[in-house]
Protein backbone atom coordinates (compact mmCIF):
# COMPACT_ATOMS: atom_id res chain seq x y z
CA UNK A 1 0.00 0.00 0.00
CA UNK A 2 0.85 3.56 -0.18
CA UNK A 3 -0.04 5.71 2.61
CA UNK A 4 2.04 8.80 1.85
CA UNK A 5 0.82 11.54 4.51
CA UNK A 6 -0.75 13.85 2.01
CA UNK A 7 -2.99 11.67 -0.08
CA UNK A 8 -4.78 10.99 3.23
CA UNK A 9 -4.62 14.15 5.34
CA UNK A 10 -7.18 14.73 8.06
CA UNK A 11 -9.22 11.07 7.48
CA UNK A 12 -9.64 9.27 10.37
CA UNK A 13 -6.16 7.30 10.79
CA UNK A 14 -5.09 10.65 11.35
CA UNK A 15 -7.45 11.37 13.50
CA UNK A 16 -6.72 8.60 15.71
CA UNK A 17 -3.05 9.44 15.36
CA UNK A 18 -2.77 12.98 16.02
CA UNK A 19 -5.71 12.60 18.94
CA UNK A 20 -3.56 10.45 20.73
CA UNK A 21 0.05 11.71 19.73
CA UNK A 22 -1.76 14.84 21.38
CA UNK A 23 -2.30 13.25 24.91
CA UNK A 24 1.17 11.77 24.92
CA UNK A 25 2.81 15.09 24.55
CA UNK A 26 0.35 16.18 27.41
CA UNK A 27 1.58 13.43 29.59
CA UNK A 28 5.14 14.32 28.58
CA UNK A 29 4.97 17.56 29.47
CA UNK A 30 3.72 17.50 32.91
CA UNK A 31 7.59 16.84 33.92
CA UNK A 32 8.96 20.65 33.99
CA UNK A 33 12.17 19.08 32.27
CA UNK A 34 12.67 19.37 28.54
CA UNK A 35 12.25 16.35 26.18
CA UNK A 36 13.30 15.73 22.54
CA UNK A 37 9.98 15.09 19.81
CA UNK A 38 11.34 13.13 17.09
CA UNK A 39 9.25 12.26 13.85
CA UNK A 40 10.63 9.78 11.76
CA UNK A 41 8.58 10.07 8.78
CA UNK A 42 7.18 13.62 9.20
CA UNK A 43 6.16 14.59 5.68
CA UNK A 44 4.92 18.06 4.50
CA UNK A 45 4.77 19.24 8.23
CA UNK A 46 0.44 20.68 7.18
CA UNK A 47 -1.39 20.28 4.24
CA UNK A 48 -3.84 22.21 2.29
CA UNK A 49 -7.33 20.34 2.07
CA UNK A 50 -8.34 22.13 -0.58
CA UNK A 51 -5.39 20.85 -3.30
CA UNK A 52 -6.41 17.71 -4.90
CA UNK A 53 -4.04 14.34 -4.48
CA UNK A 54 -2.72 13.24 -7.86
CA UNK A 55 -0.88 9.61 -7.71
CA UNK A 56 1.98 9.34 -9.60
CA UNK A 57 -0.01 8.13 -12.83
CA UNK A 58 -1.62 11.31 -12.87
CA UNK A 59 -4.99 10.47 -11.23
CA UNK A 60 -6.63 12.30 -8.59
CA UNK A 61 -8.01 10.87 -5.44
CA UNK A 62 -11.04 11.81 -3.86
CA UNK A 63 -10.34 13.75 -0.53
CA UNK A 64 -10.69 11.97 2.78
CA UNK A 65 -11.08 14.63 5.12
CA UNK A 66 -14.51 14.47 4.95
CA UNK A 67 -15.23 11.02 6.57
CA UNK A 68 -12.16 11.88 9.17
CA UNK A 69 -11.85 15.49 11.05
CA UNK A 70 -14.91 16.30 9.04
CA UNK A 71 -17.30 14.24 11.58
CA UNK A 72 -15.76 16.01 14.12
CA UNK A 73 -15.52 19.72 12.67
CA UNK A 74 -18.12 21.86 14.14
CA UNK A 75 -19.33 18.53 16.83
CA UNK A 76 -20.33 19.48 20.01
CA UNK A 77 -20.21 17.79 23.23
CA UNK A 78 -16.88 15.97 22.70
CA UNK A 79 -14.85 14.40 25.27
CA UNK A 80 -12.08 17.68 26.25
CA UNK A 81 -9.15 15.53 24.81
CA UNK A 82 -10.89 15.84 21.57
CA UNK A 83 -11.69 19.38 21.80
CA UNK A 84 -7.99 19.70 22.90
CA UNK A 85 -7.38 18.45 19.57
CA UNK A 86 -9.83 20.29 17.84
CA UNK A 87 -8.23 23.27 19.25
CA UNK A 88 -5.09 22.61 17.63
CA UNK A 89 -6.58 22.27 14.10
CA UNK A 90 -8.24 25.10 14.52
CA UNK A 91 -4.83 26.97 15.45
CA UNK A 92 -3.41 25.54 12.87
CA UNK A 93 -6.28 26.99 10.36
CA UNK A 94 -6.33 30.28 11.90
CA UNK A 95 -2.36 30.55 11.21
CA UNK A 96 -2.76 29.64 7.74
CA UNK A 97 -5.83 32.26 7.19
CA UNK A 98 -8.47 30.02 6.77
CA UNK A 99 -11.74 32.79 7.24
CA UNK A 100 -13.97 32.06 10.43
CA UNK A 101 -14.96 28.11 10.78
CA UNK A 102 -13.81 26.73 7.13
CA UNK A 103 -11.49 23.74 7.30
CA UNK A 104 -9.16 24.23 4.83
CA UNK A 105 -5.64 23.17 6.47
CA UNK A 106 -4.84 20.31 8.38
CA UNK A 107 -1.38 20.56 10.50
CA UNK A 108 0.10 16.96 10.06
CA UNK A 109 2.39 15.98 13.16
CA UNK A 110 5.16 18.27 13.01
CA UNK A 111 2.98 21.43 13.08
CA UNK A 112 0.90 19.27 15.68
CA UNK A 113 3.82 19.10 18.15
CA UNK A 114 5.36 22.57 17.03
CA UNK A 115 2.57 24.26 18.31
CA UNK A 116 2.43 22.84 21.93
CA UNK A 117 5.97 23.16 21.77
CA UNK A 118 8.14 24.35 25.08
CA UNK A 119 10.92 26.46 25.45
CA UNK A 120 12.59 23.93 27.36
CA UNK A 121 11.69 21.21 24.16
CA UNK A 122 13.30 20.37 21.00
CA UNK A 123 11.75 18.62 18.03
CA UNK A 124 13.79 16.83 15.25
CA UNK A 125 12.16 15.86 12.03
CA UNK A 126 13.41 12.95 9.45
CA UNK A 127 12.20 13.49 5.85
CA UNK A 128 13.46 10.84 3.15
CA UNK A 129 11.46 11.84 0.32
CA UNK A 130 13.43 14.95 -1.45
CA UNK A 131 9.96 17.33 -1.72
CA UNK A 132 8.98 16.68 1.46
CA UNK A 133 12.15 17.47 2.97
CA UNK A 134 12.54 20.54 0.87
CA UNK A 135 9.01 21.52 1.80
CA UNK A 136 9.50 20.61 5.27
CA UNK A 137 12.68 22.78 5.56
CA UNK A 138 11.03 25.46 4.54
CA UNK A 139 7.94 25.26 6.33
CA UNK A 140 10.22 25.36 9.72
CA UNK A 141 13.06 27.55 8.93
CA UNK A 142 12.41 30.42 11.08
CA UNK A 143 11.23 28.01 14.06
CA UNK A 144 13.51 27.40 17.04
CA UNK A 145 14.25 24.97 18.54
CA UNK A 146 13.23 22.25 15.10
CA UNK A 147 15.87 20.67 13.00
CA UNK A 148 14.71 19.08 9.74
CA UNK A 149 16.93 16.35 8.83
CA UNK A 150 16.59 15.29 5.05
CA UNK A 151 17.77 11.58 6.33
CA UNK A 152 15.78 8.00 6.67
CA UNK A 153 13.83 7.73 9.67
CA UNK A 154 15.15 4.77 10.70
CA UNK A 155 19.16 6.13 10.50
CA UNK A 156 17.61 8.83 12.45
CA UNK A 157 16.88 6.82 15.36
CA UNK A 158 20.49 6.14 15.47
CA UNK A 159 21.64 9.73 14.76
CA UNK A 160 19.60 11.80 17.05
CA UNK A 161 19.19 9.30 20.44
CA UNK A 162 19.99 9.51 23.26
CA UNK A 163 19.01 13.14 23.20
CA UNK A 164 21.15 15.38 25.52
CA UNK A 165 17.65 16.21 28.11
CA UNK A 166 17.82 12.05 27.91
CA UNK A 167 13.95 12.58 27.26
CA UNK A 168 12.25 10.86 24.25
CA UNK A 169 8.87 11.03 22.62
CA UNK A 170 9.75 9.35 19.14
CA UNK A 171 6.51 9.09 16.37
CA UNK A 172 7.16 6.48 13.58
CA UNK A 173 4.67 6.92 11.15
CA UNK A 174 6.29 5.15 7.62
CA UNK A 175 4.33 5.53 4.56
CA UNK A 176 3.84 0.98 4.38
CA UNK A 177 4.76 0.93 0.63
CA UNK A 178 7.17 -2.41 1.39
CA UNK A 179 6.26 -5.59 2.93
CA UNK A 180 9.10 -5.67 5.00
CA UNK A 181 7.71 -2.28 6.86
CA UNK A 182 6.60 -4.32 10.02
CA UNK A 183 9.70 -6.05 9.81
CA UNK A 184 11.88 -2.59 9.28
CA UNK A 185 9.92 -0.96 12.67
CA UNK A 186 10.90 -3.89 14.99
CA UNK A 187 14.52 -3.23 13.82
CA UNK A 188 14.27 0.34 14.40
CA UNK A 189 12.14 -0.17 18.28
CA UNK A 190 15.49 -2.21 18.96
CA UNK A 191 18.19 0.25 17.94
CA UNK A 192 15.72 3.01 19.39
CA UNK A 193 15.72 1.01 23.29
CA UNK A 194 19.33 0.31 23.05
CA UNK A 195 19.81 3.88 22.84
CA UNK A 196 17.50 5.49 24.88
CA UNK A 197 15.57 2.29 27.19
CA UNK A 198 12.79 5.12 29.16
CA UNK A 199 12.16 6.64 25.27
CA UNK A 200 8.53 6.93 24.82
CA UNK A 201 7.64 5.81 21.45
CA UNK A 202 4.69 5.53 19.59
CA UNK A 203 4.11 3.98 16.22
CA UNK A 204 0.88 3.95 13.71
CA UNK A 205 0.10 0.85 11.82
CA UNK A 206 -2.67 -0.19 9.28
CA UNK A 207 -5.05 -2.86 9.71
CA UNK A 208 -5.19 -4.65 6.05
CA UNK A 209 -4.82 -7.92 7.17
CA UNK A 210 -5.08 -9.61 10.90
CA UNK A 211 -2.45 -12.08 10.76
CA UNK A 212 0.05 -9.28 9.51
CA UNK A 213 -0.75 -7.11 12.48
CA UNK A 214 -0.85 -9.87 14.93
CA UNK A 215 2.45 -11.03 13.47
CA UNK A 216 3.88 -7.86 14.27
CA UNK A 217 2.45 -7.46 18.08
CA UNK A 218 4.40 -10.93 18.59
CA UNK A 219 7.51 -9.83 17.21
CA UNK A 220 7.14 -7.07 20.00
CA UNK A 221 7.44 -9.54 22.88
CA UNK A 222 10.88 -9.64 22.55
CA UNK A 223 11.35 -6.28 23.22
CA UNK A 224 10.30 -6.88 26.99
CA UNK A 225 9.52 -3.10 27.28
CA UNK A 226 5.86 -2.40 28.34
CA UNK A 227 4.46 -2.08 25.21
CA UNK A 228 0.19 -1.13 24.85
CA UNK A 229 -1.70 -0.92 21.39
CA UNK A 230 -5.02 1.00 20.66
CA UNK A 231 -6.95 0.38 17.26
CA UNK A 232 -9.63 1.65 15.50
CA UNK A 233 -11.50 -0.35 12.94
CA UNK A 234 -14.10 1.79 11.22
CA UNK A 235 -15.58 -1.24 9.01
CA UNK A 236 -16.44 -4.64 9.63
CA UNK A 237 -14.91 -7.96 7.80
CA UNK A 238 -17.03 -7.82 5.12
CA UNK A 239 -16.21 -4.22 4.06
CA UNK A 240 -15.02 -3.43 0.78
CA UNK A 241 -12.67 -1.27 1.82
CA UNK A 242 -9.07 -2.50 2.22
CA UNK A 243 -7.66 -0.49 4.69
CA UNK A 244 -10.32 -1.05 7.60
CA UNK A 245 -8.54 0.08 10.54
CA UNK A 246 -5.25 1.46 12.16
CA UNK A 247 -3.32 1.40 15.25
CA UNK A 248 -0.91 2.85 17.49
CA UNK A 249 1.54 1.33 19.70
CA UNK A 250 3.14 2.58 22.46
CA UNK A 251 6.07 1.44 24.14
CA UNK A 252 7.20 2.79 27.90
CA UNK A 253 3.32 4.47 28.10
CA UNK A 254 2.83 7.19 30.34
CA UNK A 255 1.14 6.73 33.48
CA UNK A 256 -2.47 6.44 32.80
CA UNK A 257 -2.66 7.28 29.79
CA UNK A 258 -4.30 4.01 29.08
CA UNK A 259 -7.24 4.80 30.94
CA UNK A 260 -7.44 8.12 28.45
CA UNK A 261 -7.42 6.35 25.66
CA UNK A 262 -10.32 3.92 26.49
CA UNK A 263 -12.10 7.07 27.27
CA UNK A 264 -11.35 8.15 23.72
CA UNK A 265 -11.85 5.25 21.83
CA UNK A 266 -15.61 4.78 21.99
CA UNK A 267 -16.28 8.25 20.72
CA UNK A 268 -13.80 8.08 18.08
CA UNK A 269 -16.31 4.56 16.57
CA UNK A 270 -19.03 6.41 16.61
CA UNK A 271 -18.33 9.34 14.88
CA UNK A 272 -15.94 7.51 12.00
CA UNK A 273 -17.40 4.09 11.36
CA UNK A 274 -19.10 3.59 8.28
CA UNK A 275 -20.77 0.48 9.19
CA UNK A 276 -22.01 -1.87 12.29
CA UNK A 277 -18.69 -3.81 12.20
CA UNK A 278 -16.82 -0.91 13.43
CA UNK A 279 -15.01 -1.54 17.08
CA UNK A 280 -12.13 -0.61 18.62
CA UNK A 281 -9.72 -2.40 21.12
CA UNK A 282 -7.30 -1.04 23.60
CA UNK A 283 -5.01 -3.77 26.01
CA UNK A 284 -1.40 -4.34 26.75
CA UNK A 285 0.96 -6.47 25.07
CA UNK A 286 3.35 -5.54 27.74
CA UNK A 287 2.29 -4.78 31.38
CA UNK A 288 3.80 -2.26 32.79
CA UNK A 289 5.33 -3.19 36.19
Partial sequence: M????????????????HALLLRLIRAM??????????????GRGGYDLSVPSVLPDGKSRAPEHPAGIGRLWGATGLPPALDDY??????????????????????????????LLRPQDRMALCELRPDDAEALDFEFARESRVTVQAMDGYTGLKALLPPPEKRALVLIDPPFETKREFADIVRGLRDALKRLPGAVIAVWYPITERARTDEFHHALLELATPALYAELNIA?????????????????????IDREIRALLPVLREKLGVDAGAGTACDWLVPDK
Fill in 29 to 42: QRKAKGFLYLDTHA
Fill in 86 to 115: LALVRRFNDRNGSVGEELKFYPGSPWLAKL
Fill in 2 to 17: NYRHHYHAGNYADVLK
Fill in 236 to 256: GENSTLRMKGCGLLILNPPWQ
